[in-house]
């Protein structure tokens, strides 16, 4: 075969593409990624590293997140890359905050197979040292939630592709057009059996009237980052409190969820109108990282607003606790959403799939979603 003839070609080096790379690699197929920019800098390398069964869809998106989770414990522990297996706790200082937890435990047997349940105060407080105990009256703990650091876990997804399978990764390389067998990029012409466009938000450069057509929005979230935190202090399980019950799918069908939305809505109105839930986790170096809020509309002014910065902080200190919560960071990042859907995979043309809107869970869900499109 040439050197510029592949079976499989990738758009994008965020987690979607390199998932999709990933999962025809293990196939066998001689494998191509391009992404347009240096090094990734997307949505990929912008978000908490949280891999988020708990939260997801129950069903077949709650099994995609458990595929996924396997893969990542491969991928780390071949590639050496950082990796906690610290779960999660969803902290309840408030009754109606409880009742959604227990409702949701039962409601949601897959859940409980996987071992989630709630625990004491205590017991919340021995898996996490950020737990703040005063006024919790339980938690939701759930063992499946990893733990990566995004800056190091998307180069090192890139550097197994290429150890382990000998693919192409060809950064600062954008693909013009698409014509199968045909791949325009701006380092000449590649011929692929097939192609898989993973370009994050960016809807306008290959197919805009597919995007166009799936009324594909984009979410634009505010994030934070502390200092590496003193003496090696270790976070453990990562953390959230009651605003998250109101954001994941996961929650959706409990019936007590009305109760703990009439109440946030009259305590914190600033947080529900911003979209704003508040999630812990921390980096390899030690850093916390802390967000995030959520504004919906295809075009985003680039400026952050600090009420919304602080009011995060405002709502995680109720929560929790930690050494040194002077920030050192701040940023925004920007995900595709379609609306009511939790992806978009679609084919334009024979040969060629689009992927993205994978929302708030991308790292969560790639990996699954990727070996599933590749069984087809
Ligand atoms: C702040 C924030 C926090 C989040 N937290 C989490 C979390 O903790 N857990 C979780 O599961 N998900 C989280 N997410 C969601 C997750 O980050 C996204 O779903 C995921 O990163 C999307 O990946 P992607 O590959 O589609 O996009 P991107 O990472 O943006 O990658 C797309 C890439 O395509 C490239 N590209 C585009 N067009 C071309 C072209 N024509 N040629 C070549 N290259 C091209 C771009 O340069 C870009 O690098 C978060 C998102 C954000 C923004």
Redesign the pocket.
């Known amino acids: 075969m040439p050197d510029n003839h592949v079976d499989t070609a990738v758009?994008?080096?965020?987690?979607?593409?390199?998932a999709h790379a990933l999962a025809a690699a293990k196939r066998g197929d001689r494998v191509v990624l391009?992404?347009?920019?240096d090094y990734?800098?997307?949505?990929?390398?912008?978000?908490?590293?949280?891999?988020?069964p708990v939260g997801q869809r129950p069903g077949n998106v709650y099994a995609r997140a458990l595929k996924s989770r396997e893969i990542w414990l491969d991928v780390a522990a071949e590639s050496h890359m950082w990796c906690r297996d610290v779960g999660s706790l969803h902290l309840a200082h408030h009754p109606d905050e409880e009742a959604v937890l227990e409702e949701f435990l039962s409601t949601t047997p897959a859940a409980v197979e996987q071992g989630c349940r709630m625990v004491t105060p205590t017991e919340a407080a021995k898996r996490s040292a950020a737990v703040r105990t005063d006024g919790l009256r339980s938690a939701l703990w759930s063992p499946t939630e990893l733990n990566v650091d995004?800056r190091q876990a998307?180069p090192s997804v890139a550097y197994h592709l290429i150890a382990k399978y000998d693919a192409d990764i060809r950064f600062g390389?954008?693909?013009?057009n698409i014509s199968l067998p045909r791949v325009e990029?701006t380092d000449g012409v590649w011929h692929a059996e097939r192609v898989f466009?993973?370009?994050?938000?960016?809807f306008e450069?290959?197919y805009p009237d597919t995007f166009a057509a799936a009324s594909i929005v984009r979410?634009k979230?505010?994030?934070m980052r502390t200092a590496r935190q003193p003496d090696a202090w270790q976070l453990g399980a990562t953390l959230c409190g009651g605003l998250t019950l109101l954001h994941y799918d996961a929650f959706k069908h409990c019936t007590s969820l009305s109760t703990l939305n009439d109440r946030m809505l009259e305590e914190l109105p600033f947080c529900r109108e911003n979209g704003i839930h508040v999630?812990l986790?921390q980096t390899a170096d030690g850093a916390l990282t802390i967000?995030?809020s959520h504004h919906y509309a295809k075009t985003h002014h680039p400026f952050e607003d600090e009420r919304v910065n602080a009011a995060i902080m405002q709502y995680l200190r109720t929560f929790a606790e930690a050494p040194d919560f002077e920030i050192a960071e701040r940023?925004?990042?920007?995900?595709?959403s379609v609306p009511g859907a939790t992806e978009l995979v679609v084919q334009p043309e024979p040969g060629v799939t689009v992927?993205?809107g994978?929302?708030?869970?991308?790292?969560?869900?790639?990996f699954g979603l990727a070996e599933e499109n590749l069984s087809t």
């Open positions: 758009i994008g080096g965020g987690i979607v593409g390199l391009f992404e347009r920019d990734s800098v997307g949505a990929s390398i912008r978000n908490f590293g949280l891999i988020w995004p998307i390389t954008t693909v013009r990029t466009v993973c370009s994050g938000n960016d450069t290959l979410c979230l505010q994030m999630l986790s967000g995030d940023w925004t990042g920007i995900y595709p992927v993205n994978l929302g708030g869970a991308g790292m969560t869900l790639s």
